[in-house]
């Protein structure tokens, strides 16, 4: 333990911390502690501190933004690799990648900015490019996989491969990376010829809709819960095929759970009062997930990644 913690400081100095608290690094605002926290600022980098793991045979757990996971009170065993900085590259006139800790609306402003379209729908989409491909994040109707043309991925022991939309086994709220355990450490996206104030309009668009139907006020990891998805699940006639509208339904809008209350904007919204406990909000989901089951029938699965056994 002691050879690998001098390892990461060697390769990391003070960018390479023992026993740091997750929650102010999430969008939820809660959490207990990594062992070793990194914050990377290159794939280079993302790939060293997996090869130093592994030799050490010590855990690794990726994190972005923060903003699709929820931190169990007792924390993370082994080490969190915290994604930051990366850069985007424009490849010829149809095509950019960035790399997996580039934010999606740092990406949603680079590609404006150079009249590139594409992108812009996605602008309020908070986290990063690495988060939104593990979980294939969807908005509007669209999934961020389907602007995908292939990507950079290292494998547990930082060995790096090149892959083709098609292996990458995207599909609603899925990748292949939450199988295989890789790290996505770039992706490029297909863009094409657009005019700078249009998509600027539509990034607004975009964000005024997110202001007007979340609560943005209040820590949250967005929707907790897959929609139902036809051939998997069966929904009442007449009810939505909204996880939202169905917690909604199950009278469970403004209930809470010690600090944890279920959004009375939005039913697929947890949100943290500021005194929530990551035991609170797993108990809310629980309780949302059996009034859902015990009222339609319909089981929910989340769409947010628990890190770190629960407490
Ligand atoms: C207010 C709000 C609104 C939201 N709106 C939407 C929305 O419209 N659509 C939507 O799909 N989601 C939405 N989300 C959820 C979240 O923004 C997305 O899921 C986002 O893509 C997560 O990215 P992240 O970097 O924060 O990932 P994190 O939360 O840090 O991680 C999520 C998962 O990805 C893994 N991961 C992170 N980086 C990598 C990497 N480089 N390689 C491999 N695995 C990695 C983590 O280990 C974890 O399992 C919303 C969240 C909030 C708080």
Redesign the pocket.
């Known amino acids: 333990m002691t050879a690998f913690s001098e390892a990461l400081r060697k390769a990391f100095g003070e960018r390479a911390r023992k026993n740091v608290s997750l929650a102010p690094m999430t ?1 939820f605002r809660v959490g207990g502690p990594a062992d070793w926290l990194v914050e990377t600022r290159s794939s280079a980098e993302i790939v060293t501190a997996l090869e130093l793991a592994h030799r050490a045979g010590v855990a690794v ?9 929820l931190v169990s009170d007792s924390g993370v065993r082994g080490l969190v690799i915290r ?1 930051r900085g990366g850069e985007v590259k424009a490849l010829g006139d149809s095509r950019v990648r960035a790399d ?1 800790a580039v934010t ?1 609306n740092g990406l949603v402003r680079w590609t404006i900015n150079r009249g590139l379209a594409g992108l812009e729908a996605w602008a309020g ?4 490019v ?3 491909i ?2 294939n ?3 509007g109707g669209g999934l961020v996989g389907d602007l995908v043309t292939d990507v950079r991925v290292a494998a547990v022991d930082g060995t790096m491969s090149d892959l083709p939309r098609a292996a990458m086994a995207f599909a609603y709220d899925r990748s292949r ?1 939450q199988q295989s355990g ?3 450490l770039s992706a490029v996206f297909e863009v094409s010829p657009g005019d700078p104030a249009t998509l600027r309009a539509q990034a607004r668009e975009s964000l005024a809709f ?1 202001k007007r139907t ?1 609560p ?1 006020d209040s820590p ?4 907790v819960f897959q929609n139902p998805v036809a051939g998997r699940d069966v929904v009442p006639d007449g009810i939505p095929w909204s996880a939202g509208a169905l917690v909604d339904r199950a009278g469970l809008k403004g209930v809470a759970m010690g600090g944890a209350r279920v959004s009375p904007t939005h039913g697929n919204f947890i949100v943290n009062d500021g005194t929530a406990t990551a035991a609170d909000i797993r108990q809310l989901i629980e309780r949302c997930r059996a009034a859902v089951f015990e009222r339609f029938g319909v089981r929910l699965r989340e769409e947010i ?1 628990y ?1 770190g056994e629960p407490a």
Not at 220 to 223: D, V
């Open positions: 969008t757990t990726l994190l972005g933004g923060g903003s699709n996971v994604t997996a999606i989409t908070p986290g990063t690495g988060g939104a593990h979980g994040a969807h908005f990376l890789e790290v996505l997110r979340q943005l949250s990891a967005g929707c990644v890190l």
